[in-house]
């Protein structure tokens, strides 16, 4: 069963950077086009930057130009460089696969954004 691990939340003040990672036990990830998620509270889940196997990325508007999708296939790792962060980006992180059926959903990382 793969499992996702996500970290490298924290408290951060606005306009600091962050990087996420996300670990990816089992097989087949370099396949996988993979996903960053967030979930602010009362809000649902959405997706903030995707990469593809070959490495195409695509960001929600809200983000581009300050966060960075980046992948390991050799480490089956994959990050999120979070730059100029603001409140709003305030919210518990994961991630998963994009286009099909989510994999078993990790626990998340929150990452809070306030001075």
């Known amino acids: 069963q793969v499992q996702l691990v996500e970290s490298g939340g924290g408290l951060v003040q606005p306009g600091g950077s962050l990087r996420l990672s996300c670990v990816f036990s089992?097989?087949?990830?370099?396949?996988?086009?993979m996903g960053w998620y967030r979930q602010a509270p009362g809000k649902r889940r959405e997706l903030v930057a995707s990469i593809t196997s070959a490495g195409a990325t695509d960001y929600a508007d809200s983000v581009k130009g300050r966060f960075t999708i980046l992948r390991d296939n050799a480490k089956k790792t994959m990050y999120l460089q979070m730059n100029s962060l603001k409140p709003e980006d305030t919210a518990v992180y994961y991630c998963n696969t994009v286009g099909r059926p989510p994999l078993v959903w990790g626990q998340g990382t929150q990452v809070t954004v306030s001075s």
């Open positions: 089992g097989s087949n990830f370099r396949l996988y086009r």
